[in-house]
């Protein structure tokens, strides 16, 4: 039986609370009180008091507080974010990481840690037929661009932009395809990838489609139009519903004859595209190369870390992120995974990350923190060289230059034989 985590036991916590003081009408001989009868205390015992019925329940609430506080302070010590070359044991002692095999083992943990706030990555019973409807096309010179809708599970539909090279759609050639994931934009949502919105560089999945690419650019939930019943699908955490769609992204890309999937499938994105990415392909073995564009720091340094930016709410504790984060208000230590466990995740896929010198969202310093402790895991695979960052002289933007050094390592590894 799997452990419960500290969101479970809390809710349990307080249903328990609230059950304890649902008092009997005459408790304390305070005016009736309508209750459900199911919840009807029986009567007193012979020489009980309703005072001594009221110490009894306050005895009993105290035990339960108790018993949690035991249940949360035995849950494993979070391991160490910069030592990544060690893993839990099934009696919770510390083992050295010395293979490739053993890393799985807390790569799998990384992932349990990221379900305990992001919710559980789907099964395989919501892989419904991706039924996909062409909402409108539209020639853009050397490709199409299909708005379209595809069904990432019962209930819910997906928009995305599906960008297909004219000579892929004549039969001359198949290619392979990039998800294009795009940034936070409350006016145009997945258009910005398509160069649609109003900001300049994030075009790049216009831009992939312009050098041979299919592209796919889903839409991101509670941005723009796309606002997908979270709660009524079971998610709590707009995250995971990405995750999700991004996922469910692929299975349509597999369902087409003309995409190249030899290679596997590349991911980029800017911003909250940046992070996406990541957060999918960490799901996602399919996705075998990645570019990040300003898309994260550690959340120890997330603006100062100041106590404020951790409220329900706000930054990453937004509904359409992770609400669970604000649980460690005032204690940030205790999140359960960071970034430099994921990037360590990806290993030893090809990562590109673009963080700029004078990035007001994520702080360069903290982004080669996290490259630097997830480096070991990368060189325990032989691949040193595929976790590579820059730092441009820029804001919070994807440069030219930076925007084709990631289209140059998606080359490399989606088109190792292009000329």
């Not at 039969?171 to 994931?181: D, E, K, M, Q, Y």
């Amino acid at each position: 039986m799997n452990k419960p985590n500290r969101h479970e036991i809390r809710r349990t916590a307080e249903f328990l609370v609230v059950r304890s003081f649902l008092f009997h009408p005459d408790d304390l001989s305070k005016p009736p009180m309508r209750v459900n009868p199911q919840f009807n205390h029986p009567p007193l015992a012979t020489g009980e008091s309703h005072i001594t019925r009221f110490t009894y329940r306050l005895v009993a609430v105290a035990t339960i507080w108790a018993c949690i506080a035991g249940a949360v302070a035995q849950e494993p010590d979070r391991l160490d974010r910069h030592n990544l070359l060690f893993y839990q044991d099934t009696r919770g002692a510390l083992r050295p990481i010395k293979t490739k095999e053993d890393w799985q083992l807390r790569r799998a943990q990384i992932l349990r840690a990221m379900e305990v706030v992001m919710g559980e990555f789907p099964g395989d019973d919501r892989r419904v037929a991706p039924d996909v409807k062409v909402r409108e096309e539209f020639d853009a010179g050397t490709y199409l661009r299909r708005l379209i809708t595809y069904q990432s599970e019962p209930g819910s539909r997906t928009t995305a932009y599906l960008c297909i090279p004219k000579d892929v759609l004549a039969g001359t050639r198949s290619a392979p395809a990039v998800l294009c994931l795009h940034p936070t934009d409350r006016k145009v949502g997945h258009k910005v990838a398509l160069g649609l919105g109003e900001r300049q560089g994030r075009a790049y999945g216009a831009e992939l489609a312009e050098r041979g690419y299919i592209t796919l650019a889903p839409s991101y939930p509670n941005l723009a139009d796309y606002w997908p019943p979270l709660d009524r699908l079971g998610y709590v955490s707009g995250t995971m519903k990405a995750i999700w769609d991004n996922s469910r992204g692929l299975d349509l890309l597999d369902t087409l004859p003309y995409v190249l999937r030899t290679h596997g499938y590349g991911a980029i994105g800017h911003s909250l595209g940046g992070h996406n990415a990541i957060y999918t392909a960490a799901f996602e073995q399919r996705i075998t190369v990645l570019a990040s564009s300003c898309g994260f720091d550690s959340y120890l340094d997330y603006k100062g870390g100041k106590e404020i930016n951790w409220r329900f709410g706000r930054g990453w504790c937004q509904i359409r992120y992770m609400p669970r984060m604000s649980d460690y208000r005032g204690n940030l230590e205790a999140i359960p995974f960071d970034f430099h466990e994921l990037l360590a995740a990806l290993a030893p896929r090809p990562l590109f990350v673009n963080a700029p010198l004078h990035d007001g969202n994520f702080h360069w310093q903290s982004v080669d923190r996290c490259v630097s402790a997830a480096q070991p895991v990368y060189k325990l695979f032989e691949s040193d060289g595929n976790l590579v960052v820059s730092h441009p002289d820029c804001a919070h933007d994807f440069p030219v230059a930076m925007r084709e050094q990631a289209y140059s390592l998606i080359d490399s590894v989606l088109r190792p034989d292009a000329p």
